[in-house]
């Protein structure tokens, strides 16, 4: 455009106003993100690598926070109740979503009224569901006492106060939250399969459950992908919920690197190990977050 | 048999059926305990719950509970209730979701519509922005907020919102904005028409849908927020980290029933937005998800 | 210098180029059709006349203007887009008067203006109409009404009637054709239906992989094609291309094909300079309706040669029937009479009208001229 501008008669006021307008429209926010993301994920990566305390310090101290970190037993009881949180969470969450969806497929009557009914939990807090399963859950007004009052009397249910299974009922209220979502997507990916497939299949001689295991699974496939990365997200981020639910106890029995990350950065004035566990959160999350919205982005060209 | 539907072409015989919606109906009990528990306890007098069976209706319905949650519970130190930690998310949830509306609709007609050079880059770094543990920007977020002197107050929070609101916003004007015919705003283009005019006058009017879709979602996450309101939140501090503060209050006996309506208190804007619109909801939910 | 120039223009994305030195000039009145595949060029080529894509090199100019760098709501032209663009959420009338009201036109002229092209197009009881409720052919109206208003020395339209069913394109296509001629505005048209562009347009510029492959009137364009893309790219069925070799009878140039047994028959040349090629491979050029049944051929020829070779395949098509048969190895086919009694297998005596043939040089694609 430079070269011809120069032979004729200059660009009018307006095209190159036309030019300009939407890159300024877009500026604030791309400078925001700049900053107050990017920006801010190299501020907290210097900081991991500086011996900050209760005050961020500039005194470079090497890897020793990421030495310090993996020193730590309570790190790996995070990392730990991350494994086992993660995995059950998005396995648990995924069979239930596919069963309830496909179940929801075979019209069935009353759909209208079930499937509000499985997906409202998403429109609550966290705070919110982690309070009403903390309850429900109580010994001693929740679950086990209803059971013992109805007569059940060898009834009980302690696994919140348990160090060893108090992770699991994180899992339970985590897939009371999000599973009706995941039975959403896969409802939304059943939807959009060619009927005329499934009668040629059947057609063909193939079973209900041949059906569903040959044909219709696999064509779920993107269901799949974007379930698993939204749950291993949010499983990754959980916070809220840890907090609600048992404070990160019994003991240090439910922490995760979330809960972690804010005790030691706020409340344990342990800046730069804060930091570094902060650093290996986000390096997770972009192992399974980049790939996913590379080939999305990529697809759509 | 011939009328077109969207469900499936699968058949199924009658023991099959019948299994299938008792594992239906199991499912929708699971979902509604915890709530239906949440909502019949919070109309009992406390003794009814210490000394009674928490499934049970109750034997004396009382909306104390309710009035002390709202107004006279001990949140923290002070006996006000949780109604001030309302009005901070209501102040802090209506400017947040405005702006990042308006701002992710400018966002998603620029990165359709008037596309250049490098504008997919830009929007991956956006979108990525959106999936990234917030643990990782909390301990610069609070040293800049303390220095523009917004830490602990309801606009530093809006700030936040904003900022961390933008990639979603942005990703679903633009998924919506990129099924809509490009030929239009050249046809605009040639009538006349610039930048602001063509947005204004052709863009937004047919905006309806996305624009609820956004707001919904924007209002369910800011509303629902924990981590940055416990974070930044300070004297002003939202509705999420009062209630947590109401239940975890480790002085005097735990009133429950008053927990309890504090929590449907904390959860009843996001439900009504829930019920009043869900299907926006769940689009919402798949914009975000799938992205498409 | 013609009313719109387009002088030396080429447009290039980075290092591709994918327009290459296009040279056309358009008269004022005339009726210029952009024709070729997809991918052509051709709708690029539109777009940089609206100016909604910029030129890489080259000029082009409206009414000795250089519009280069000119905004396209500054260039006096309008646009009627494929998909006819019709903004959703305004009335047929406020469509059609946007631009005017962009433009600062008062509105009174606007009405006024709206209601002269509404009833030009018999569209003016749906002025109240969202474009949502009209038929595809009403919408298609409204886009060419919306252009109409503007009064624009240039009208673009791109693939206009790509979106309509076959029946409506056909009324469509008269209709612009009748405007054309009452308005006797300056039209550049896009489209890679050969048929439209044979039947609207007062010149052809037919492109291929970003180059103009020939200019001319459809007559030019459909009796002497430049090349070989040209000529199977215009008309339907497509010219059959024949694999033949020139030999001399008589001294005079012949072209030797094969019949579907393999026998050589020879057909006799119009063009006395095929004599340069005695001996070599061409391709021979002849349109369907060359070939009929010796009682439907052109009384008006000098030259219809007969070739007796065995039928294949009868198409009966109603108005015409279509005889495919085996030249040289490839199918050929025949344009008969629909009441002509030929049936499959049958040895027929064709009648080939060689004034009309054309003839290729194999190795650069390009018509061997007279």
Known sequence: ?301 | MSAVTQDTAVRTGRITRTFIYVVLLVFALFYLLPFFVMVVNSVKPLSEITGGNMMALPQVWTLEPWRQAWSTAQVGVEPTGLRPYFMNSVMMVVPAVAISTVVGALNGYVLTKWRFRGDSILFGLMLFSCFIPFQIVLIPMARLLGLMGLAGSVPGLILVHVVYGIGFTTLYFRNYYAAFPTELVRAAMIDGAGFFQIFWRIMLPVSGPIIVVSVIWQFTNIWNDFLFGVSFGGTSQPMTAALNNLVNSSTGVKEYNVHFAGAILAALPTLIVYIVAGRYFVRGLMAGSVKG | MGFLDIRNVTKSYGAVEVLHRVDIAVEEGEFLVLVGPSGCGKSTLLNMIAGLEGITSGDIAIKGRVINNVHPSKRNIAMVFQSYALYPNMTVGQNMTFGLEMHGVPKLEREKALAEVSKLLQIDHLLDRKPGQLSGGQRQRVAMGRALVRDPDVFLFDEPLSNLDAKLRVDMRTEIKKLHQKLKTTIVYVTHDQIEAMTLSTRIAVMNKGYVQQLGTPKEIYDTPSNLFVATFMGSPAMNIIPAKVAMVNGVPHAEVMDADGKPCHLRFDQANLADWAGKEILLGIRPEVITDPEGADRASRNIQSLRNRVTVTEPAGSDTFVTMTLSGKDAIARMRADATVAPGQVFDFAVNMEKAVAFDPKTEERIRP
């Not at chain 1, 030495?67 to 059950?88: E, G, M, Q």
């Not at chain 1, 060893?164 to 990916?189: C, E, K, P, R």
């Not at chain 1, 809220?240 to 990350?261: C, E, H, N, R, Y």
Request: net charge positive; with cysteine.
């Open chain 1, 1 to 301: 455009m430079t070269t011809t501008a120069g032979r004729h008669a200059e660009t009018d006021f307006r095209t190159r106003l036309q030019d300009w307008l939407p890159k300024i429209v877009l500026a604030p926010s791309v400078a925001s993100v700049m900053i107050f993301v990017y920006g801010f994920i190299l501020y907290t990566l210097y900081l991991s690598f500086t011996n900050s305390k209760m005050l961020p310090s500039y005194d470079w101290v090497g890897l020793e926070n990421y030495i310090k970190l993996w020193n730590l037993p309570v790190w790996y009881t995070a990392l730990a109740n991350l494994a086992i949180f993660a995995s059950l969470y998005i396995v648990i969450c995924t069979v239930i979503g596919l069963l309830l969806a496909v179940f929801l497929d075979q019209k069935i009557r009353g759909e209208g009224l079930l499937r509000p009914i499985y997906l409202y939990p998403m429109a609550l807090s966290f705070i919110v569901t982690g309070t009403a399963w903390k309850w429900f859950l109580d010994p001693g007004i929740g679950l086990e006492k209803t059971m013992r009052l109805w007569g059940w009397e060898s009834f009980s249910f302690t696994w919140i106060k348990d160090n060893d299974m108090a992770i699991y009922t994180i899992v339970i209220a985590a897939v009371w939250q999000t599973s009706g979502f995941v039975m959403a997507m896969f409802l939304a990916g059943l939807r959009g399969i060619d009927n005329d497939i499934l009668k040629a299949a059947q057609i063909d001689g193939a079973s209900n459950w041949q059906l569903y295991r040959r044909i219709v699974i696999p064509l779920l496939r993107p269901a799949f992908l974007s379930a698993f990365v939204i749950l291993s997200h949010l499983a990754i981020k959980s916070y809220d919920l840890v907090i609600a639910l048992t404070g990160g106890g019994p003991g240090t029995s439910t922490q995760l690197p979330a809960t972690f990350m804010y005790s030691y950065t706020f409340t344990r004035k342990s800046m730069g190990i804060g930091a570094a566990s902060a650093v290996i959160m986000l390096m997770t999350i972009a192992a399974i977050m980049i790939p996913y919205l590379y080939a999305e982005l990529k697809e759509k060209k």
